[in-house]
Every structure is written in structure tokens, then in C-alpha cells.
């Protein structure tokens, strides 16, 4: 076991998701799982290969510095669930 | 007691001078209303795909060169994940390990002694938006109201070595850091407005200790001023802690301004997890050496160049001159006038002194000035060629600063050109001598101090007018 039930209440914690007590176990497995395949292309020898953080031949795909009009501010609130002072209204949040 | 050793290291955050933001063509205006300079890629709409502002790269390359960095070829882009209502999208586009710059170094010197202090790593990242606070702390507030302007506005992060080992250190490469990003025009670098910001990392070791004591991050740092009141007041926190026999704690604190002390931030230690992972919606900058050199090329006058040529070419005391290439503005304003002059060192004089005690007066920036360079540059000619005394002068420097009009036009409204007519200049020493006879026997009885009494009178009958160094010479000739 690499990973416990400790560590899904953990990761889920920091992405803000709720697993239901009922699911961790299975989860708990999964994310062992996912490890377990990692372990085995672990044992394939990459001496001498660059990691490949990139799949696609491309680079550089760069945009010029000239500004263009995004969305008004009306449009820009309209999804807001509550504005304040012409921004998103948020609860009180301390870090 | 022990002695302890300071250890300083500061992570510096410059919003970069581009028009568009770092990965969509929203403006990057500062003051505007909020939420105006927004679009779906910087609000984190679903589907909304980042493309990076050529500009960001460049100025990031530029800045790397002027600090002494390696540039690094191959770059990419990575998220830091953290949910935080000032970012939409709940990461920040970043780079973790491989920064686009590598090594590099600020040059200070304090009290004529230099020092070299190490910089680790420049990286290119976006900035968050804006919170503002319904009361008047995060504390006391119930709810806070979100400005996405300056969400993915370009910052660059520029990271030191911990070599600096007091306060002044660390403002001297502060002052020296800002110096240079204002020269090579890439960050407005106000930091009350906040496009030059400071973290520093603070801690302490008794002298002689091999290791580094524990560190803590003290944030909010928006002035010279708090970044070194911050530092004494930390260094001494963490004295007495050490002193009482307990262990300083790695933690991120804030600088309270209004009472002078840093404050815990009371971080969970999960708000620091950030899971970065390369970031799959940007592909990779490659960089090859024709850029690194096109950029090298471009490279404006630095700072240390410039202080050079201020005291080679322009025969300036190095003092003097470290105060007016301290900010770019001043240094041009200084060229400008110098144009315009036949005495540079005077040009200097009173840049540092009537035109800084006015600009501290009004509290103003040499931007702000309202004599124009070639004004000033003219003014110190007229005192060169004897056309002003000083004293003049500064009657004419005081009109100056009231009406955009130059030097010549204001002597002659004024009626305050000076008397170097000989033949003028002789009338009126007659007549003092004439109205003075015990002055002239005291003179001629050996008191030298007399003259300086006759020259005062004559001055005072020609209004000031009279160049001095003629009265000085007639009134000795007559009087032998
Ligand atoms: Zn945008």
C-alpha cells in the first residue's frame, strides 16, 4: 500500500472535492493502482532520454503585444452569484 | 550574550511593462474599474486557452542579461495549484524547475566597501487579482470584493541568494535591483502601487554556527522603508526567542506598517502543497543564441555604466553621482540639462540641491518637475558666463518653478542682468568710496576686512546686478 486512506482524504481536501466515506476505500485502491502501473515503467531504463514534458513538435507559439477588447464589465459579472463594489463578491477568505 | 549573524535573502516580484498580459490580449492598465481589462482566458472560463505574450519572454531574456544570468534554451511553463479566490482558474501559470534564468549577481557597495550578491533564478509567471476588503483587514472583514484587471498581469520573480547580512545590505540591493529593471525599461517599479514587490526570508545564527538558522518569510514589504524596518524588527523577534532558549518557527509572516511589527500568517501547511505539473495548454519556448545575442545587443546603458561615465566624462565625485543614477529619471533629466550647459558639475550641484529640496518640498518626482532640463542647463550657463550671480539665480530658479519660461527671458523681464560694463561698474564704486572715506583708510590701514563692506554697498546700489568680480577688482585698483 503506498497510498492510505489518509492520503485521499489529503489530496481531496486540496482539490476541494468531497468523497463520500462510503468510497474511499475503493478510491484509496484506485490511486494504489495508478501507483502500482507507475512502479512498472519505472523499471524501464530512460538512460540518456530527455524528459518530454511536451508531446507535440511544437514551440514558441507566441502572441504579438498588441491588446485587444475582452468582454465588458457587465458580461464579466454576469456569471458572478453576488457582486460588491463592481467585483466578484466573495466570503471572507484567509489563507 | 551571543552574537548573532544576519542571514538575508529576498524573492522580488516585477510586474513586467507589456501592454497585453501574459497570456491573453487583455490591457494591463493599472486604475481602471475593476473588472474591465478581463477576458475568458484570465476569468478562467471553461475552454478558454492561454498564448504567451512574445514581449513577457523578451523582457524576461533582457533582464536575465542585465543581472549577469545563464539563459536557459529550453523553457517551459508549469501550474501551481491553489485555491485562492484572487486566481480564477485555481492555479497560477508559473515556472517551477526550470526557470528561464539561472545565476546572476547585484554589485552594492556600502561606505565605499563592495560587495557582490548572488541571485539564484529569475522565472516568468502571472499575477493574481485583486481583493479588496469590505472592512479595513482580511480579519475584520465579512466579505471581500474580487478585481481580475491585474489577474495575468507578466511578473517576473527574481530570487537571491541568502548573502545579504544586514538591513542596509538588503535596501542597497533593493535600490540597485530597481535601478536596473528602470533602466532596461521593463517595470515601472512603483512599489506603493505595487509593480515592484519584496518578500524577505530572515534568519539568525550565533556567529561561528555552520548552518543557517530557521528562516521566516515576512510578506507586504511596499517600500524601502518597511523592507529594512522589517528586517530590525524581525532580527530582533527572533533574538529573543533564541535568548529565552525556544526555536524560531518556519512561517510566513505579514509586515503591519502602522505598528511596526511582523505578524503571523497562521498558514495551514496544506496551503503550501501546490502540486505543480507542466502546464499542457502552452508549449515549450526554445530560445536559441541569435535571441540571447539580438537582445545582448539592445541592451541600453546600466546603471554602473552610466555612474561611470557620470564621473569619467562629466567629472562628477562618485558620490554624487551614485545619488543621481539611483533612479533613471533623474540620470536623464541630468544628460538633458548637461546639453544645454557649459558646466555639468554646477548642473549636478543643483540637481542635488535646490531641485531635490524642492521635489522632497512637494513631495514629487523629477517626472513631476516643472523646470524643463534645458532650462536648467541654461541657467547655470548664465551664472558661467557671468551673466547671473548665484545669488540671482536663484531669485530666476525661484520665477522658474512658477511659469514655463526660460533663464534669458526671465533676466530680462526681471531687470536682472548683470553689470559687467566696466565703465558702469566704475561710476558706482566711485561714489561708495567717495560716501565711505573710513572704510577706504581702514583698507589702507591693512584691514582687508573692509573691502568685503564696500563691495556689499556697491552691490546693494546696482541692485545685485554688478558682477562681483569686477567690483572686487576696481574697488582695489581705486583704493591702492
Ligand atoms: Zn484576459
Known amino acids: 500500500?503506498?497510498?492510505?486512506?489518509?492520503?485521499?482524504?489529503?489530496?481531496a481536501g486540496l482539490s476541494r472535492l468531497t468523497i463520500p466515506e462510503s468510497e474511499m476505500e475503493k478510491f484509496t485502491e484506485q490511486f494504489n493502482q495508478i501507483l502500482n502501473y507507475a512502479d512498472i515503467l519505472e523499471k524501464i531504463d530512460t538512460e540518456g532520454i530527455e524528459p518530454t514534458p511536451y508531446v507535440l513538435p511544437i514551440s514558441n507559439a507566441f502572441r504579438e503585444d498588441v491588446p485587444q477588447p475582452g468582454v465588458t464589465h457587465e458580461e464579466a459579472l454576469e456569471n458572478a452569484p453576488a457582486v460588491y463594489n463592481d467585483g466578484f463578491k466573495v466570503p471572507r477568505v484567509i489563507e | 550574550?551571543?552574537?548573532?549573524?544576519?542571514?538575508?535573502?529576498?524573492?522580488?516580484?516585477?510586474?513586467?511593462?507589456?501592454?497585453?498580459?501574459?497570456?491573453?490580449?487583455?490591457?494591463?492598465?493599472?486604475?481602471?474599474?475593476?473588472?474591465?481589462?478581463?477576458?475568458?482566458?484570465?476569468?478562467?472560463?471553461?475552454?478558454?486557452?492561454?498564448?504567451?505574450?512574445?514581449?513577457?519572454?523578451?523582457?524576461?531574456?533582457?533582464?536575465?542579461?542585465?543581472?549577469?544570468?545563464?539563459?536557459?534554451?529550453?523553457?517551459?511553463?508549469?501550474?501551481?495549484?491553489?485555491?485562492?479566490?484572487?486566481?480564477?482558474?485555481?492555479?497560477?501559470?508559473?515556472?517551477?524547475?526550470?526557470?528561464?534564468?539561472?545565476?546572476?549577481?547585484?554589485?552594492?557597495?556600502?561606505?565605499?566597501?563592495?560587495?557582490?550578491?548572488?541571485?539564484?533564478?529569475?522565472?516568468?509567471?502571472?499575477d493574481a487579482g485583486k481583493l479588496n476588503h469590505s472592512g479595513a483587514t482580511i480579519s475584520t472583514s465579512d466579505f471581500s470584493s474580487v478585481d481580475y484587471n491585474r489577474a495575468g498581469v507578466p511578473l517576473l520573480e527574481i530570487v537571491s541568494e541568502p548573502d545579504m547580512r544586514s538591513a542596509e545590505e538588503a535596501r542597497a540591493y533593493m535600490e540597485q535591483l530597481k535601478a536596473i529593471l528602470e533602466y532596461i525599461d521593463v517595470c515601472d517599479c512603483k512599489m506603493q502601487e505595487g509593480s515592484l514587490r519584496c518578500d524577505a526570508n530572515i534568519s539568525i545564527m550565533p556567529e561561528g554556527a555552520k548552518e543557517f538558522g530557521t528562516r521566516a518569510e515576512i510578506k507586504n514589504l511596499n517600500s524601502f522603508r518597511a523592507l529594512v524596518r522589517a528586517i530590525e524588527y524581525e532580527v530582533e523577534r527572533q533574538k529573543a526567542i533564541l535568548e529565552d532558549g525556544g526555536h524560531v518557527v518556519q512561517e510566513t509572516r505579514t509586515w503591519d506598517e502602522a505598528n511596526g511589527v511582523t505578524l503571523s500568517m497562521r498558514s495551514?501547511?496544506?496551503?503550501?502543497?501546490?502540486?505543480?505539473?507542466?502546464e499542457p495548454d502552452l508549449v515549450p519556448v526554445e530560445i536559441d543564441d541569435a535571441w540571447i545575442e539580438r537582445v545582448r545587443g539592445e541592451l541600453p546603458e546600466l546603471p554602473a555604466q552610466r555612474l561611470e561615465r557620470l564621473v569619467e566624462k562629466h567629472g562628477l565625485p562618485k558620490y554624487d553621482a551614485s545619488l543621481i543614477v539611483a533612479t533613471k529619471a533623474m540620470a536623464d533629466?541630468?544628460?538633458?540639462?548637461?546639453?544645454?550647459?557649459?558646466?555639468?558639475?554646477?548642473?549636478?550641484?543643483?540637481?542635488?540641491?535646490?531641485?531635490?529640496?524642492?521635489?522632497?518640498?512637494?513631495?514629487?518626482?523629477?517626472?513631476?518637475?516643472?523646470?524643463?532640463?534645458e532650462n536648467l542647463g541654461e541657467l547655470v550657463t548664465l551664472?558661467?558666463?557671468?551673466?547671473?550671480?548665484s545669488k540671482l539665480a536663484k531669485k530666476v530658479f525661484a520665477e522658474m518653478l512658477k511659469a514655463d519660461k526660460t533663464p534669458k527671458q526671465l533676466v530680462k523681464e526681471l531687470g536682472l542682468e548683470q553689470v559687467s560694463d566696466e565703465g558702469a561698474i566704475a561710476a558706482i564704486v566711485d561714489e561708495v568710496l567717495a560716501e565711505n572715506p573710513q572704510s577706504v583708510a581702514d583698507y589702507k590701514a591693512g584691514k582687508d576686512k573692509a573691502i568685503g563692506f564696500l563691495v556689499g554697498q556697491v552691490m546693494k546700489k546696482s541692485r545685485g546686478k554688478a558682477n562681483p568680480g569686477m567690483v572686487n577688482k576696481l574697488l582695489k585698483e581705486k583704493m591702492q
Open chain 2, 1 to 126: 550574550m551571543t552574537n548573532y549573524i544576519t542571514v538575508i535573502g529576498l524573492e522580488v516580484h516585477a510586474e513586467l511593462k507589456t501592454k497585453t498580459k501574459a497570456f491573453c490580449s487583455c490591457s494591463t492598465e493599472f486604475g481602471s474599474l475593476p473588472n474591465t481589462h478581463v477576458c475568458p482566458v484570465c476569468l478562467g472560463m471553461p475552454g478558454a486557452l492561454p498564448v504567451l505574450n512574445k514581449q513577457v519572454v523578451e523582457f524576461a531574456i533582457r533582464t536575465g542579461l542585465a543581472l549577469g544570468c545563464d539563459i536557459q534554451k529550453f523553457n517551459k511553463f508549469d501550474r501551481k495549484n491553489y485555491f485562492y479566490p484572487d486566481l480564477a482558474k485555481n492555479y497560477q501559470i508559473s515556472q517551477f524547475d526550470q526557470p528561464i534564468c539561472l545565476g546572476g549577481h547585484i554589485d552594492i557597495e556600502i561606505d565605499g566597501v563592495p560587495k557582490r550578491l548572488g541571485i539564484t533564478r529569475i522565472h516568468m509567471e502571472e
Open chain 2, 333 to 373: 533629466y541630468f544628460d538633458a540639462a548637461c546639453a544645454n550647459s557649459k558646466d555639468d558639475k554646477a548642473v549636478s550641484n543643483w540637481l542635488l540641491g535646490d531641485v531635490s529640496a524642492y521635489l522632497n518640498a512637494e513631495n514629487i518626482t523629477i517626472e513631476q518637475f516643472p523646470v524643463k532640463p
Open chain 1, 1 to 11: 500500500m503506498k497510498v492510505t486512506v489518509k492520503d485521499v482524504e489529503h489530496i
Open chain 2, 383 to 389: 551664472i558661467k558666463d557671468g551673466v547671473l550671480s
Open chain 2, 268 to 278: 495551514k501547511e496544506e496551503a503550501h502543497d501546490y502540486r505543480y505539473f507542466p
